[in-house]
């Protein structure tokens, strides 16, 4: 019989993985390493709201790749799971960056029908929160990526958060999620009081730690037999080299046992992790990949266009380069460009110290 074009690839391609979806960013695992104890502060500080009473806003910081999100979400799944009292929400503020959008998501969420137009988000908003009292229901909201909101002067959400007692009678409980330690500082006084005190820090995963994630998750994900202690420690590694990053580390695994399957082995050896390690991004990288899914298509466009270009280009040949592949004017590429600064993925800089505004002294260049 003749053999499939097909087969031996896909044979091959599927040999390692048991789960291959367990190394994606967005798997939620049932175990989290190291956590239990920063799930507990978590759990107990917003406990109150799961018997329909008052709980204190929480604010969680910590460096990319920490499991902010993870447990944040692993602690609201557990309380829908607990609790009718409470209305738990998670928000991501890059995809809902706007004041506007993120009262409209906690009013569809809590099952109110938006109009088309004629009525503000406002007015939804103020419809949920009389829904919710009447329901005696308790919002708790993860704000993550909450930095965004700040970028555009959106924050002003926060303060309506805070108020809901005072316009509602209903109780808020927010829990405010960043990498950036310093956000309360540039919060309303009221926000910042509401949080003081109730901080959670997400710290670095140490070298073991990261470890025992990435065998932990290997478990899932791999088959039995297909990796060894070494390669779970060069994963590791890759994630100690990025200040303890827990995305980085899984990325590696991921990657190593795409290596392995390329090459036809049937267990991941020591070079297959090295490449991987070589080769594997940076956190920043990887959260830039991440973020850029929830932008417009013409501003995907125009990173992978400077990203081609080395990562850095004159302003005057962007426009040039731009125009010519995709027809736009140079006012819509501005128009992208300062969206993109905005959202903190691009830099514009003068490379003349004589002050030459002319666009071919400017050089646009991708964040690192
Ligand atoms: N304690 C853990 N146990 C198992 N997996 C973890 C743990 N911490 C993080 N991870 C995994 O690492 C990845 C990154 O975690 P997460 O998205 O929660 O990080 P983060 O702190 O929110 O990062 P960022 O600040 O970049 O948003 C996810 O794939 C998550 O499943
Ligand atoms: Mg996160």
Redesign the pocket.
């Known amino acids: 019989m003749v053999t499939n074009i097909f087969s031996k690839k896909l044979d091959s391609a599927t040999t390692l993985f048991k789960n291959e979806q367990a190394l994606y ?1 967005d ?3 049932s ?5 239990e104890s920063i799930i507990q502060t978590l759990a107990s500080i917003i406990s109150p709201a799961a018997n329909g009473m008052r709980a204190s806003n929480v604010f969680v910081y ?10 944040c979400k692993y602690v609201l799944s557990q309380l829908s799971e607990y609790s009718s009292k409470t209305l738990p929400i998670y928000v991501n503020c890059w995809q809902n960056d706007s004041r506007q959008s993120v009262l409209s998501l906690i009013s569809q969420k809590a099952g109110e029908v938006l109009p088309r137009r004629g009525i503000s988000s406002q007015e939804v908003f103020s419809r949920t929160l009389e829904s919710l009292w009447q329901q005696k229901k308790i919002p708790v909201i993860v704000l ?2 909450a930095d965004r909101l700040f970028w555009g002067g959106e924050d002003k959400l926060l303060y309506d958060l805070a108020r809901t007692w005072e316009t509602s009678k209903v109780h808020s409980c927010v829990i405010l ?1 960043t ?1 950036d330690s310093e956000l309360l500082s540039k919060a309303d006084a009221r926000v910042r009081s509401s949080m003081i005190g109730k901080e959670i820090e ?1 710290k670095a ?1 140490t070298p073991l730690e990261l470890k025992k ?1 990435v065998e ?2 290997a478990k899932i994900a791999l088959v039995d037999g297909t990796y060894d202690s070494e390669v779970i420690a060069l994963c590791a590694a890759a994630g100690a080299r990025a200040n303890g990053d ?2 980085v580390s ?1 990325q590696a695994l991921w990657l190593a046992a795409r290596n392995a399957n390329e090459a036809g082995h049937s267990k991941i050896s020591v070079d297959d992790a090295k490449k991987a390690f070589a080769a594997q991004p940076t ?1 920043a990288q990887i ?1 830039r990949e991440r973020d850029e899914q929830f932008l417009e298509e013409p501003e995907k466009k125009l990173i992978s266009l400077i990203v081609e270009q080395g990562g850095s280009i004159s302003l005057s040949k962007l426009y040039e380069a731009y125009s010519k592949k995709y027809g736009a004017s140079e006012r819509s590429i501005r128009n992208y460009l300062r969206k993109l600064e905005f959202k903190g993925l691009l830099s514009t800089q003068s490379t003349d110290s004589n002050d030459d505004q002319s666009n071919s002294k400017k050089v646009v260049k991708v964040i690192e």
């Not at 175990?31 to 956590?35: Q, S």
């Not at 910590?62 to 447990?71: A, E, R």
């Open positions: 960013p798997f939620a695992p175990e989290l390493v190291g956590r910590g460096p990319p790749g920490t499991g902010k999100t993870i447990c993550d990526e999620v990498n997400f995963y994630i932990s998750r827990a995305r899984l956190s959260k």
